[in-house]
C-alpha cells in the first residue's frame, strides 16, 4: 500500500509550515516549504499539531488533517480508492459516496465523502503530486452548512514548482505502509510503559 514519509526529529527545526499572509481578508496562506506545497484556510484556525509529515488545524464547525505519504508501485487508482474506503471505514463513516473534486495542478485527486456516527459531514481526499513522490492526503470534518467551504480548502492546495526543490527530503527514511503500522504498534506499546507529558501546542517552524 501507500509508503508513509517517517519523521526525523533532527529536522524540525529546518521544516514546516509557516503562516506567509493573507490571500484575502479572511483567508490565511500556508507554505509547506519542505514539500513546496502551499493552502489556504479560513482566519481564526488554531494548529493542534505540526509536524514534517501531518498538520492538524481546527475551527469551531470543522477539523483539518493533513498526512504525507510517498507513492507506492502498483496500480495507483485501485490502491488509493482502497485506501479512502478503509479510512472512512476507519472512522466508521456511513452513507459513503465517491467525490468529485478536482485540485488544479495535481495529477489526480481521488476523495470519498460520508456522515460521522455524530451526524457531522466528512471528506478524504488524496492528491496524488505531478512533480514529485508525494501524496497529500486531506481529511475533513464539519458540520452542515460548511461544504463549499471545505472544497475551497482542498482546492487551494498547490505546488509551488517555481521554487528551487528542498534536496533534504532526498535524506528521508521512507516507510511501508505495513512496516509503519508495526512501528505504530510497537509505539503503542512503549507509550502505554511510559507516563505522558502533559500535551502542548506545537509551534510553526520557519522552513
Avoid at 456511513?94 to 456516527?117: A, C, E, H, Q, R
Avoid at 464539519?142 to 482542498?154: C, K
Wanted: charged letters at 30%; glycine letters at 6%.
Amino acid at each position: 500500500m501507500m509508503k508513509r514519509l517517517n519523521i526525523i526529529a533532527s529536522l524540525l527545526s529546518l521544516l514546516l509550515l509557516i503562516a506567509a499572509g493573507t490571500a484575502t481578508a479572511d483567508a490565511t496562506v500556508y507554505n509547506w516549504s519542505r514539500y513546496d506545497l502551499s493552502f489556504e484556510t479560513p482566519d481564526g484556525g488554531f494548529v493542534t499539531y505540526n509536524s514534517n509529515t501531518r498538520f492538524e488545524i481546527q475551527w469551531e464547525d470543522m477539523v483539518m488533517t493533513i498526512q504525507l505519504y510517498s507513492k507506492d508501485k502498483g496500480d495507483e487508482k485501485k490502491m488509493l480508492n482502497e485506501n479512502l474506503q478503509r479510512k472512512a471505514l476507519g472512522y466508521n463513516m456511513y452513507d459513503l459516496g465517491n467525490g468529485k473534486l478536482k485540485v488544479k495542478g495535481f495529477k489526480k485527486t481521488y476523495s470519498i465523502t460520508g456522515t460521522m456516527p455524530d451526524g457531522s459531514r466528512a471528506i478524504i481526499a488524496d492528491l496524488v503530486s505531478k512533480h514529485q513522490n508525494l501524496i497529500v492526503e486531506v481529511t475533513v470534518n464539519y458540520l452542515y452548512g460548511n461544504r463549499e467551504s471545505v472544497e475551497d480548502m482542498i482546492k487551494s492546495f498547490a505546488e509551488n514548482k517555481t521554487q528551487q526543490p528542498n534536496h533534504e527530503r532526498k535524506r528521508q527514511k521512507v516507510q511501508t505502509r505495513q512496516k509503519a503500522k508495526q512501528q505504530d504498534k510497537r509505539d503503542k506499546r512503549q507509550q502505554e510503559d511510559t507516563p505522558r507529558p502533559p500535551a502542548k501546542k506545537e509551534k510553526l517552524y520557519d522552513a
